[in-house]
């Protein structure tokens, strides 16, 4: 089970952190992910973090996101930063049983119920 939370409203060029907790099963050998789904969008990848810790940023957050894992914990988190209208969203977290980086939405099996982030301009 996956849990997002930490959204909300927030004037453009604000910072923002999103979490995600797992509970249920350890996630520490899959891959972790930050997708998100704008109205009328299709569902796409924001950030991913692969079991080893390497991660991967859609080229419209880098620089300005950074995603981060507590395997311990079994948490995962999303720090926004320059935030933009065009990160308006709602934001899920995702994992699947592969420990590499995956960046279709359809790989992934576990999904948290999304928490949404407005951006005013």
């Known amino acids: 089970l996956l849990q997002a939370f930490g959204g909300g409203l927030v004037q453009a060029g604000g910072s923002l952190r999103l979490s995600c907790a797992a509970s249920?099963?350890?996630?520490?050998?899959?891959?972790m992910s930050w997708f998100r789904q704008a109205p009328g969008n299709k569902r796409e990848l924001v950030a991913g973090?692969?079991?080893?810790?390497?991660?991967n940023y859609a080229d419209s957050v880098k620089g300005r996101f950074t995603a981060s894992r507590d395997n311990a914990k079994n948490t995962l988190t999303l720090q926004m930063s320059s935030l933009k209208p065009e990160d308006t969203a709602v934001y899920y977290c995702?994992?699947?049983?592969?420990?590499?980086?995956?960046?279709?939405?359809?790989?992934?099996?576990?999904w948290g119920q999304g928490t949404e982030l407005t951006v005013s301009s």
């Open positions: 995702a994992s699947s049983r592969s420990p590499r980086m995956l960046y279709s939405s359809t790989l992934y099996e576990y």
């Open positions: 249920g099963r350890s996630f520490s050998g899959h891959i």
């Open positions: 973090i692969t079991s080893a810790g390497n991660t």
